[in-house]
């Protein structure tokens, strides 16, 4: 994303302060005054600000004490928020453990053996916000979407690897496709895999793209259930070349977790997470863009040739549509969609509780009611398949059981909560 201060801002649109199209965020300045690395200074001139040990942090520690990803620093128009990616609460504000903070004046931070402090400044940045309301297969016109068109269009005129964070639902897999089809390499192959598949397929998969035809994108879904022989072995594909005639593929992968804490726990590669986030971006959760109800239900209807049925016609009316919003929509933008085909469908208006439109908490795909019988797979592979299979019900059934609380899930299924957070990363749980 491109920032700029007020001055600059000012000097290429002189209207535009006064309209919709940006918004305000806080700055600040970083010095490390203990420590290893003390001395260092950085005053941000972004959204957010990573600390930790890694080279790709945007302040990084020279101190064995600091993770790969220590901590972030998030600027609003209001304040800084720092939220912690540790799992040990080793992220101390004024020597007090935190998980998530709000900052308005000058504070300490600890990490490790270094101390830093930090200062607002004065001047604020202002963020781009897109004048569309649609991008590709993407709909919206809340300032989040708004904010991310500004992202998804950069990112289609570059051809860095890019990452896509966001919830189960979100539209991770449109978000990609959208980009490949706004890109110069929209004539190309869009290969997607998907990650959370048998070790085999993946690797077949991945051997069949980069021996493709050249110009394509390849989009991995839910990279960090990517198994770590693999992850090497895709990391040195990036590095010296794909097998046969290697094709020219643009990378967008994506993940509904914060991989920045698999490569604290050491299940992600920190080499391959830094190869992969070249470009970043967020896709909001539906709960953060109730403004785009409207217009994705008419999306919704026209993509599923519904827009004439009769329930339309109280789909599209107020008083429906804040019942929706009154419904917190775990599964977001794909739960929604389930969600209106089942009342299309039936030719009533369900209740939201009772619907079965909440899906599991897997990423771009809902659990199938059994995994199919396939006597050409090893009878390893397929016994995976089903394991897999009872893994991601089971441990959807206890997330939602414990309202999501991964702490209190691991203790009814009788295990530590780290060896539940590897199962959920195995079955793509957010």
């Known amino acids: 994303m491109n920032l700029a201060?007020?001055?600059?801002?000012?000097e290429e649109s002189p209207t535009l302060r006064s309209g919709p199209e940006h918004r305000s965020i806080s700055q600040f300045r970083l010095e490390v005054i203990e420590g290893p690395s003390a001395g260092k200074v950085i005053v941000s001139n972004d959204l957010r600000?990573?600390?930790?040990?890694?080279?790709?942090?945007?302040?990084?520690?020279?101190?064995?004490?600091?993770?790969?990803?220590?901590?972030?620093?998030?600027?609003t128009s209001e304040h800084v928020e720092i939220v912690d990616l540790a799992r040990n609460n080793s992220t101390m504000v004024n020597d007090i453990a935190v998980k998530r903070a709000q900052l308005y004046q000058r504070t300490t931070i600890r990490v490790g053996?270094?101390?830093?402090?930090?200062?607002?400044?004065?001047?604020?940045?202002?963020?781009?916000?897109?004048?569309?309301?649609?991008?590709?297969?993407?709909?919206?016109?809340?300032?989040a979407m708004r904010d991310l068109f500004v992202v998804l269009a950069s990112a289609a005129q570059q051809d860095m690897p890019l990452l896509l964070q966001g919830e189960t639902g979100t539209g991770k897999e449109t978000?990609?496709?959208?980009?490949?089809?706004?890109?110069?390499?929209?004539?190309?192959?869009?290969?997607?895999?998907?990650?959370?598949?048998?070790?085999?397929?993946?690797?077949?998969?991945?051997?069949a793209a980069f021996e493709s035809t050249a110009g394509g994108t390849l989009y991995l879904s839910e990279i960090g259930?990517?198994?770590?022989?693999?992850?090497?072995?895709?990391?040195?594909?990036?590095?010296?070349?794909?097998?046969?005639?290697?094709?020219?593929?643009r990378i967008i992968s994506s993940t509904s977790v914060d991989l920045r804490f698999a490569v604290n726990d050491m299940l992600f590669s920190e080499r391959l997470y830094v190869h992969l986030s070249g470009l970043l971006a967020?896709?909001?959760?539906?709960?953060?863009?109730?403004?785009?109800?409207?217009?994705?239900?008419?999306?919704?209807?026209?993509?599923?040739?519904?827009?004439?049925?009769?329930?339309?016609?109280?789909?599209?009316?107020?008083?429906?549509?804040?019942?929706?919003?009154?419904?917190?929509?775990?599964?977001?933008?794909?739960?929604?969609?389930?969600?209106?085909?089942?009342?299309?469908?039936?030719?009533?208006?369900l209740p939201l509780d009772v619907t079965g439109a909440r899906l599991s908490l897997?990423?771009?795909?809902?659990?199938?009611?059994?995994?199919p019988i396939d006597i050409s797979k090893p009878i390893k592979a397929g016994r995976e398949e089903w394991i897999k299979h009872f893994e991601r019900l089971y441990l959807a059934e206890v997330l939602q059981s414990q309202?999501?609380?991964?702490?209190?899930?691991?203790?009814?299924?009788?295990?530590?909560?780290?060896?539940?957070?590897?199962?959920?990363?195995?079955?793509?749980?957010r």
């Not at 990517?226 to 794909?242: E, T």
């Not at 016609?313 to 929706?324: D, G």
């Not at 897997?362 to 995994?371: I, K, N, R, T, Y």
Request: hydrophobic fraction near 40%; proline fraction near 6%; aromatic fraction near 6%.
């Open 362 to 371: 897997v990423d771009e795909e809902p659990v199938s009611p059994l995994p």
């Open 403 to 429: 309202g999501g609380n991964v702490t209190r899930a691991a203790k009814a299924a009788s295990v530590d909560r780290g060896h539940f957070y590897r199962l959920m990363m195995r079955c793509g749980l």
């Open 5 to 10: 201060t007020e001055r600059e801002f000012a």
């Open 49 to 75: 600000v990573v600390i930790g040990s890694d080279p790709g942090a945007d302040l990084q520690l020279e101190d064995d004490k600091v993770l790969p990803y220590q901590c972030e620093l998030i600027a």
């Open 175 to 207: 978000a990609a496709r959208a980009i490949h089809q706004m890109s110069t390499r929209s004539a190309g192959v869009f290969h997607s895999i998907d990650c959370k598949a048998p070790h085999d397929e993946i690797e077949a998969a991945l051997i």
């Open 282 to 349: 967020s896709l909001p959760a539906m709960r953060d863009r109730y403004a785009d109800l409207p217009r994705l239900i008419d999306n919704i209807l026209d993509r599923t040739q519904s827009a004439q049925e009769p329930i339309a016609v109280h789909m599209r009316t107020r008083e429906f549509q804040s019942q929706l919003m009154r419904y917190g929509w775990p599964g977001n933008v794909r739960e929604l969609q389930e969600y209106l085909r089942r009342c299309v469908s039936s030719g009533t208006i």
């Open 225 to 249: 259930q990517l198994p770590k022989a693999l992850q090497a072995r895709l990391l040195r594909v990036f590095k010296i070349g794909g097998p046969g005639a290697v094709a020219d593929l």
């Open 113 to 143: 053996a270094s101390v830093l402090q930090f200062t607002p400044v004065s001047v604020a940045l202002f963020v781009r916000r897109s004048r569309d309301t649609s991008f590709a297969g993407l709909v919206g016109n809340s300032p």
